[in-house]
């Protein structure tokens, strides 16, 4: 059973704070990807990865980083938390295009609140 | 403009109703397209990919029109168990970056 794990299912942090977001994917994906999930925006790209040290930016990459040392770990960055980064975040992984099923699979997500 | 766009709805259907999704995206150099389905405090996960022939898997069926950069979905014969919220997905040039529509909520009432 094909498996992306995220290290939290919820967090409390307060505004100032590193935070670190942990995926760990086990399906040898080259591809993976980080998303904030607000209530009427839907799933907003923050980070793309599609190989190990590769990063490309999503649209709203603004206060965060992110780091991809082994394929399959991709870390999302909180440099100095924030109130308005309070939200879902949801890391994906998939195969890159022209080689087969490039479904995404998700993991369960994890709810982050700043104070 | 957001690159892909869909009706927020809500959707709300009587039990077999027939209902309809319509999704644009505005990179003509978009790929792959994939409606997947959310519920309620869950992950989204893949319902159907979309192929330029249109394709069809039991009820749901998907549609592309690359000319006018569209893609929709049609549910038939609504069941209670399809309420959820419907996201439309692309795929684009290299690598593979997916980028997803807000979604549209659907509610299918008895």
């Known amino acids: 059973d094909v498996k992306v794990t995220q290290s939290s299912r919820y967090l409390v942090k307060r505004t100032g704070e590193k935070v670190f977001l942990e995926c760990v994917q086990d399906m040898d994906h080259e591809n993976m990807f980080w998303y904030r999930q607000d209530p009427g925006l839907g799933l907003r790209l923050i980070y793309f990865?599609?190989?190990?040290?590769?990063?490309e930016k999503g649209d709203i990459p603004e206060g965060y980083s992110v780091s991809r040392e082994k394929k399959e770990r991709f870390s999302l960055i909180l440099e100095s938390a924030s109130t308005n980064q309070t939200s879902m975040y949801l890391c994906?992984?998939?195969?890159?295009?022209?080689?087969?099923?490039?479904?995404?699979?998700f993991g369960q997500g994890t709810r982050l609140t700043v104070v | 403009r957001k690159e892909v766009e869909q009706d927020p709805g809500p959707f709300n259907v009587p039990e077999g109703a027939t209902v309809a999704f319509n999704c644009t995206y505005s990179n003509s150099a978009s790929q792959s397209f994939f409606w997947y389905r959310q519920d309620c405090r869950k992950e989204p996960k893949l319902l159907m990919s979309?192929?330029?022939s249109g394709n069809e898997d039991g009820r749901f069926t998907a549609q592309l029109n690359r000319a006018s950069q569209y893609i929709s979905l049609l549910i038939r014969d609504s069941k209670l168990s399809d309420s959820a919220t419907y996201l439309c997905?692309?795929?684009?040039?290299?690598?593979?970056?997916?980028?997803f529509g807000q979604g549209t909520e659907l509610s299918v009432k008895p």
């Open positions: 990865s599609y190989d190990v040290k590769m990063k």
């Open positions: 979309v192929y330029s």
């Open positions: 997905v692309v795929n684009y040039n290299q690598g593979g970056k997916l980028i």
């Open positions: 994906a992984s998939s195969l890159p295009l022209g080689q087969g099923n490039t479904e995404a699979f």
